[in-house]
C-alpha cells in the first residue's frame, strides 16, 4: 500500500510529458524557444536603437526602446520556465546517468558561448587592427580603480564557488551553504559596479553604444557579459534558496557543478576582456 502510495505521489509531481509540453514533443520543452525569442529582441532593439540615432526617420528611439524591453520581458519568462522545468521540476530525476547528460550538455552550451562572444572578439581585433584610436573618436581611460576592484571580486566569486563545492562533498553543510551565499552577494556587487562604470562613462565621458566602432564593440562584448553575469546570478540564487533547504548532497549535485562550469566561463571570458579591451585599447601604435 504504501509503496503505490509513493509511486503515486512521485507521478503526480512529475506530470508526463504530454501533460506539460505538446503531444508528440516528449521531454522536449518550448522554454529555450521562447528564450531564444526573447534574446532575438534584445538583438533588434539594440539594433533599431543605434539605427534611430543615425539620421534615420523611419526609427524612432521609442520603438527601439519597447523591442529591447519587450524582448526583455518574452527572455526572462522564457528564462524562469526553463530553469524550473531543468533545474527544479526535474531535480531527482537528473541524477546518476542524467547528471552526467545534463554536464556535457552544459559543455555543449558553452562551446556555443565561445562562438558567440568569438564574434565579438574577432569584430573588436579587426577595429583594433587599423588606425588607433578610431578615426575622429577619442578613447576615455579605461583602467581604474573600479575595474581592478570589480576584477578582484569576480575572480574571489568563483574561488568561494568552488570551495562551496568541495565544502558540499565533504559534508560541511553549513560552509557549503555560507559560501554560496557569498558568491551570490559577490556576483551582486560586480554587477552593480558594472553598472556604476557605465553611469560614469555616459554621464561624465559621454561615452555610449553610439561612439564610433570602438563603442559598439566595448558595449556589446561587456554588456554581453553582464547578461551572462545577470543569469549566472539567477542560476546561483536558486541553487542557494534549494540548498538552505537541504537538497543537495555529495551525490546529488548536478546543479551545482553545472552552474559552477558556467561561472567559471564567465570568469575566464571577463579576463580576457580586461586584458583585450580594457587594457589593449589603452595601448597605442
Known amino acids: 500500500m504504501s509503496g503505490g502510495n509513493v509511486g503515486e505521489e512521485h507521478e503526480h509531481h512529475h506530470h508526463p510529458a504530454p501533460e506539460d509540453w505538446p503531444r508528440g514533443f516528449g521531454e522536449a520543452s518550448w522554454w529555450p ?6 534574446v532575438a529582441g534584445l538583438y ?15 526609427v524612432s528611439p521609442l520603438s527601439s526602446a519597447a523591442v529591447f524591453v519587450a524582448g526583455t520581458v518574452v527572455f526572462l519568462v522564457g528564462l524562469y520556465g526553463w530553469l524550473y522545468h531543468g533545474f527544479v521540476d526535474r531535480y531527482w530525476s537528473y541524477e546518476g546517468a542524467g547528471g552526467t547528460k545534463l554536464r556535457w550538455a552544459m559543455v555543449l552550451f558553452l562551446i556555443t558561448e565561445v562562438a558567440t562572444f568569438g ?12 588606425t588607433w584610436p578610431p578615426t575622429g ?6 583602467i581604474n580603480s573600479l575595474v581592478l576592484i570589480n576584477t578582484l571580486i569576480l575572480v574571489t566569486s568563483s574561488v568561494t564557488l568552488h570551495f562551496s563545492h568541495v565544502a558540499l562533498h565533504r559534508g560541511k553543510r553549513r560552509q557549503f551553504v555560507g559560501l554560496l551565499a557569498l558568491t551570490v552577494v559577490l556576483s551582486f556587487v560586480f554587477i552593480g559596479g558594472q553598472v556604476y562604470e557605465y553611469y560614469e562613462f555616459i554621464t561624465h565621458e559621454g561615452f555610449t553604444l553610439t561612439s564610433g566602432v570602438f563603442g559598439s564593440a566595448f558595449f556589446g562584448l561587456t554588456g554581453l557579459h553582464g547578461l551572462h553575469v545577470s543569469l549566472g546570478i539567477v542560476l546561483m540564487t536558486i ?16 546543479s551545482i557543478s553545472t552552474v ?13 576582456l580586461v586584458v583585450s579591451i580594457y587594457a589593449g585599447a589603452s595601448l597605442t601604435g
Open 33 to 38: 524557444f521562447v528564450s531564444a525569442f526573447g
Open 44 to 58: 533588434v532593439g539594440a539594433g533599431l536603437y543605434v539605427l534611430s540615432h543615425g539620421g534615420n526617420d523611419y
Open 119 to 130: 564574434a565579438g572578439f574577432v569584430y573588436y581585433f579587426f577595429i583594433r587592427t587599423g
Open 137 to 142: 573618436q577619442t578613447i576615455p581611460p579605461l
Open 239 to 254: 541553487l542557494l534558496g534549494r540548498a538552505l533547504i537541504g537538497q543537495y548532497n555529495a551525490e546529488r549535485d548536478t
Open 260 to 272: 559552477s562550469m558556467y561561472w567559471h566561463f564567465v570568469d575566464a571570458v571577463w579576463i580576457f
